[in-house]
Nanobody
């Protein structure tokens, strides 16, 4: 089992920045991808960004430029969020996607609230 644990969520004013961290416990492989999703009540879960062990990144529509995903080794990922907007308010989840089994492991989430 893999257990991603997120941290760094907070209340911030519009225009501010936050850096989310995710540390995954359990056995990790270099073929595991890591990603960030977010969800707001009443809306569909949205993929924010993903990153492979080799550093290849994919971003959700309209987020690249303000959000940057990075990775430190096999089990740690970060999400740098700049110029935050009230519509970025959501619970942010870290995931580990095991490409060999196509299983996704989800963290418990961290709340990000952006005030206007």
């Amino acid at each position: 089992q893999v257990h991603p644990v997120e941290s760094g969520g907070d209340l911030v004013q519009a225009g501010g920045s936050l850096r989310l961290s995710c540390v995954a416990s359990g056995r990790m492989f270099s073929t595991d991808d890591m990603a960030w999703y977010r969800q707001t009540p009443g809306k569909q879960r949205e993929m924010v960004a993903s990153i492979t062990y080799g550093g290849r990144t994919i971003y959700g529509d309209s987020l690249k430029g303000r959000f940057t995903i990075s990775r430190d080794g096999t089990n740690t990922a970060f999400l740098q969020m700049n110029n935050l907007k009230p519509e970025d308010t959501a619970i942010y989840y870290c995931t580990v996607y095991r490409t060999s089994t196509q299983v996704t492991y989800w963290g418990q989430g961290t709340q990000v609230t952006v005030s206007s």
